[in-house]
């Protein structure tokens, strides 16, 4: 399939009675660029996509006339098969890369290529795909998760005010749509919600006694620091028979980075 976006732009620009100076201007470039876009001289960059698709209030996949069922089962099987290979960041990024060369602008494709590109080495690069998701999606979850993975982007960069601002656009809720789910819906609705948010939640609650195993640490209080360090181990050791399911890996294989991390950071802490 031929992608004719610099015809889509055009007939919406037309449709708006919007002038390409005015594109342009609201997208940041010349009114040159769009002029060769229109004639199919030139392609937008993949930042510019979602943004092009917000001014004119049309969905990525609609910029290009994608058949939405169709693109919608091709999207997922590409997402499928990116987290297969989840370890391997360079591979999920071609995998992802490719994806969108087939659907330029789709935001499940972009917002898992935010999440794989390497932290700090490539900040800049994530930032801008994350300003330009947040800016062009009309989805809540791709939004919120584009601010998330900003304020890691300015964490790796030591910007801790920023860090602070991206946080601040996300909304605190208790609970998770993955966790009622499990909780109101029945047969395999509910067990999928519910294997998904165990993945979840094993992760976190690893995370979040590492972070007070730090918080210690930097108090000087090393014994609660060696008891949350030994809780999350315990925690970790007790999904050893764990199994995998068609929607999840083995939990137990697939934080191992996680959990040699700590029995180094509680192996240091006992020979202090």
């Not at 006339?65 to 089962?73: A, H, I, L, S, T």
């Not at 499928?80 to 591979?91: A, G, N, P, V």
């Not at 919600?193 to 939640?201: H, R, T």
């Not at 068609?246 to 697939?254: A, E, I, M, S, V």
Request: charge should be negative; glycine fraction near 4%.
């Amino acid at each position: 399939m031929q992608i004719k976006i610099g015809q889509k732009i055009r007939l919406l620009r037309k449709e708006k009675n919007i002038s390409q100076e005015t594109l342009a201007q609201y997208l940041g470039v010349s009114f040159q660029a769009v002029s060769k876009w229109e004639n199919e001289s030139a392609m937008p960059d993949i930042e510019l996509v979602p943004a092009i698709a917000a001014f004119f209030g049309v969905s990525t996949d609609e910029l290009f006339d994608f058949n939405v069922y169709e693109m919608q089962k091709n999207v997922e099987a590409i997402v499928d098969e990116h987290s297969k290979c989840w370890d391997d960041k360079e591979k999920c990024e071609r995998i992802l890369r490719e994806g969108l060369k087939k659907y330029p602008g789709n935001e499940i494709l972009l917002n898992c290529l935010i999440g794989v590109i390497p932290l700090p080495e490539r900040s800049e690069e994530v930032i801008s795909l994350c300003k330009s998701l947040i800016e062009g999606t009309r989805d809540d979850e791709v939004k919120y998760d584009a601010y998330r993975i900003m304020a890691e982007a300015y964490k790796s960069r030591g910007e801790y005010l920023l860090v602070r601002e991206a946080l601040e656009h996300i909304p605190e809720i208790y609970f998770t749509k993955l966790e009622q789910k499990a909780i109101l819906l029945d047969g395999e609705d509910m067990f999928e919600a519910a294997v998904k948010q165990k993945s979840l939640s094993f992760e976190e609650l690893l995370v979040m006694l590492v972070r007070l195993a730090e918080y210690y640490t930097e108090k000087g209080d090393m014994e609660k620091a060696r008891i949350e360090l030994q809780t999350a181990l315990d925690v970790y050791e007790s999904f050893r028979d764990d199994f995998a399911t068609q929607y999840t890996r083995k939990l137990y294989d697939c934080f191992t980075d996680l959990r040699d991390s700590i029995r180094e950071h509680l192996s240091a802490l006992d020979q202090a």
